[in-house]
């Protein structure tokens, strides 16, 4: 398994930076946005976040306008609380925290891992058997939209979460973690955040092949 920080593009740099006092545009066709609670895109070529408005959002989920440089995040949140990951699992997956995504870059047609990291998003490379147990442990990985979905799981009290989400709050937790984490293990603000992060997860997801979880 090898590690790598990743540069810090619009993904991560807006949910970390402090907001400049001006107000928020579509970065499409320069609309003023609410803020918070507007859709984000996913800039394929920057592998970055941009900021949307509803109209440009809702034209990019139209059935074949997303081939081009942007996707719209969907708002899609599944579980699976069947799933077939364990503690064995994760340790092959050698992740140094309790927390990783995975999707499918469709640049490089491969999934890519990452985690929060105190630096920021880290990406990793994990043995391709470890990489298998992942795909085989849940359906949740074959559903997983391009560049705009992941899977997030978490390794938590012996055992591991699994829960399809919108890619950008993925970069949403990496930035709060980052923002947050104090000393080796994150102190207790971090680890309250990350409660209250996956509390909402939770809450959103509805439960695969069922009602909510």
Request: some cysteine.
């Given at each position: 398994m090898s590690t790598r920080q990743l540069p810090e593009r619009g993904g991560l740099f807006r949910f970390t930076a402090p907001r400049p006092p001006r107000e928020e545009?579509?970065?499409l066709c320069a609309a003023a946005l609410p803020?918070?609670?507007?859709r984000h895109l996913v800039d394929t070529e920057n592998r970055s976040l941009a900021c949307a408005c509803d109209p440009?959002?809702?034209?990019?989920?139209?059935?074949?306008?997303?081939?081009?440089?942007?996707?719209?995040?969907?708002?899609?949140?599944?579980?699976d609380p069947g799933h077939g990951l364990d503690e064995a699992a994760w340790e092959?997956?050698?992740?140094?925290?309790?927390?990783?995504?995975?999707?499918?870059?469709?640049a490089l047609d491969r999934l890519v891992a990452l985690y929060p990291s105190p630096a920021g998003a880290t990406e990793s490379e994990p043995e391709p058997e470890a990489?298998?147990?992942v795909l085989d442990a849940s359906p949740l990985?074959?559903?997983l939209e391009p560049d705009v979905?992941?899977?997030?799981?978490?390794?938590?009290?012996?055992?591991?979460?699994?829960?399809?989400?919108?890619?950008?709050?993925?970069y949403e937790l990496v930035g709060r973690m980052r923002l947050r984490w104090q000393g080796f293990d994150g102190g207790a603000e971090a680890r309250a955040d990350l409660e209250e992060f996956f509390g909402h997860v939770r809450e959103r997801a509805r439960a695969l092949g069922g009602g909510p979880s």
């Amino acid at each position: 398994m090898s590690t790598r920080q990743l540069p810090e593009r619009g993904g991560l740099f807006r949910f970390t930076a402090p907001r400049p006092p001006r107000e928020e545009r579509c970065e499409l066709c320069a609309a003023a946005l609410p803020d918070p609670g507007h859709r984000h895109l996913v800039d394929t070529e920057n592998r970055s976040l941009a900021c949307a408005c509803d109209p440009c959002a809702r034209l990019l989920e139209v059935s074949g306008a997303s081939a081009g440089r942007f996707r719209a995040v969907p708002g899609r949140y599944l579980s699976d609380p069947g799933h077939g990951l364990d503690e064995a699992a994760w340790e092959r997956l050698r992740i140094p925290v309790g927390v990783a995504f995975f999707f499918r870059n469709s640049a490089l047609d491969r999934l890519v891992a990452l985690y929060p990291s105190p630096a920021g998003a880290t990406e990793s490379e994990p043995e391709p058997e470890a990489w298998q147990s992942v795909l085989d442990a849940s359906p949740l990985a074959g559903l997983l939209e391009p560049d705009v979905e992941a899977l997030l799981l978490r390794r938590h009290r012996g055992r591991v979460e699994c829960h399809l989400v919108p890619i950008d709050i993925c970069y949403e937790l990496v930035g709060r973690m980052r923002l947050r984490w104090q000393g080796f293990d994150g102190g207790a603000e971090a680890r309250a955040d990350l409660e209250e992060f996956f509390g909402h997860v939770r809450e959103r997801a509805r439960a695969l092949g069922g009602g909510p979880s």
